[in-house]
C-alpha cells in the first residue's frame, strides 16, 4: 500500500469518528431517561442505550495510591501539617528539633551538638528576612499568648491572624503599638465568630490600656471594612451564670428579661456585658435564688451602679415592681 494511499484511509476514519461525535452531540439529553444513565467506577456518567456519555474527567481530590489499613496509610502519606495564618511563614518553613538524639533516639557527641546549636541559631535568624516579617512574628505570638489566656477557640485565632495580616499590609500599623493592633485584631476576631470577650476581658490579658485597644478596634474595623454586628447580651449569660453557679432556670428567665426589654428598645446604647449581668440579677432574684449586685459585677466586670440603673429599667419594662 502506497503512501498517498494509507493517508487517504486515514483522513477517511478520521472523518468517520467525527461524523460519529456529531451524531452524539445532536442527542437532546432532555430525551434520555434517567433510569438509564449509569455512572461507571471511573466516574463517567453514561447512557446504558446508546452508549453516550453525559458526564466524565471528573477530578478525584484524593491521593494517587491506595491504602488497606493505618498502617499502609501512614507509611504512604508523603503530606505535612497544614498551612495556618496563626505563623508568620504559614508553618511552611522547616524546624530543627531541640532533641540532641540523631534518628535512632541515641545521643548525639558534644561535637555535634554544639553545631545542632548553632544551626539551630541560624535557623531562627533566618526565619524572619525583614522587619515586616519579625513584626508579623511577634503580633502572631501576643494573639496567641493572648487568646490562649482567654480560652477562646483556634478559628478565633486563625481570623485575627488575617485581621493582622490586612492591617499589616495596608500600614495601618505605622504609628501604633504593635501589640495595641494584635489586640484589637483579636478583640475583632473574638466578635466575628461569635465569641463572648469583653474589652475589659481582653485588656486583662494584653499588655495594652482599654482605651487604646478601643481606639485602635476603631479605626483598623474602619479602614479594613470590617462589618461587625452588635453584640447580643444573651452571649454572655450562661458563662455569667456558670461562674456565679447559677441554675439553668435563672439562665432562661435572664434571657426572657432580655428579649422583652430589647423589643422595647431599652438595648439601644447600652453595654452588652452590664445589660447581661442586670438581667442575671434581676432573674436571679425572681427565682429564688439571690446573688449580690457586688457578686454578679466582679463576674460582668462591670460596676455595681451600671447594674443597678440597668436593672431598675428593666424591672419597669417588665412590669415588675421591686
Known amino acids: 500500500m502506497t503512501r498517498p494511499t494509507r493517508q487517504r484511509e486515514d483522513r477517511t476514519r478520521w472523518q468517520g469518528e467525527k461524523e460519529e461525535e456529531t451524531d452524539d452531540a445532536d442527542v437532546d439529553l ?38 488497606f489499613n493505618h498502617q499502609e496509610r501512614q507509611e504512604k502519606s508523603r503530606v505535612g501539617a497544614p498551612t495556618t495564618q496563626t505563623m508568620h511563614d504559614k508553618g511552611l518553613t522547616t524546624t530543627i528539633d531541640w532533641k540532641d538524639k540523631d534518628a535512632y533516639g541515641r545521643s548525639i557527641s558534644s561535637r555535634k551538638r554544639s553545631q545542632m546549636h548553632r544551626l539551630r541559631k541560624w535557623q531562627e535568624r533566618i526565619r524572619t528576612k525583614d522587619a515586616g516579617e519579625r513584626n508579623l512574628q511577634f503580633a502572631l505570638s501576643e494573639i496567641d499568648r493572648m487568646a490562649s489566656a482567654l480560652g477562646v477557640p ?5 481570623v485575627a491572624s488575617v485581621i493582622y495580616r490586612r492591617a ?43 482605651k487604646e485597644i478601643g481606639r485602635t478596634y476603631r479605626y483598623i474595623s474602619q479602614e479594613l471594612g470590617l462589618e461587625m454586628k452588635p453584640v447580643d447580651p444573651k452571649k454572655y449569660v450562661p458563662r455569667f451564670c456558670s461562674e456565679l453557679e447559677l441554675s439553668e432556670e435563672v439562665q432562661s428567665k435572664a434571657n426572657e428579661i ?43 466586670q462591670v460596676t455595681e451602679v451600671t447594674i443597678r440603673n440597668r436593672y431598675q429599667e428593666q424591672i419597669e419594662a417588665m412590669g415588675i415592681h421591686s
Do not use: F, M
Open 30 to 67: 432532555d430525551d434520555l431517561d434517567p433510569e438509564d444513565l449509569v455512572r461507571t467506577a471511573d466516574g463517567e456518567l453514561i447512557h446504558e442505550e446508546t452508549g453516550l456519555i453525559i458526564e466524565e474527567e471528573q477530578i478525584d481530590p484524593g491521593p494517587e495510591w491506595r491504602a
Open 154 to 158: 483556634r478559628s478565633v485565632r486563625e
Open 168 to 210: 499589616l499590609n495596608e500600614d495601618l500599623i505605622r504609628g501604633r503599638s504593635i501589640e495595641g493592633v494584635a489586640t484589637a485584631a483579636l478583640y475583632a476576631a473574638c466578635r466575628k465568630e461569635g465569641i463572648p470577650r469583653s474589652l475589659e476581658e481582653i485588656s486583662e490579658v494584653s499588655r495594652v490600656e482599654r
Open 258 to 300: 432580655i428579649e422583652t426589654t430589647a423589643e422595647k428598645g431599652l438595648l439601644s446604647g447600652k453595654s452588652p456585658t452590664g445589660y447581661a449581668a442586670a438581667a442575671i440579677y434581676a432573674a436571679s432574684l425572681l427565682c429564688n435564688e439571690k446573688k449580690t449586685q457586688r457578686e454578679v459585677a466582679d463576674v460582668a
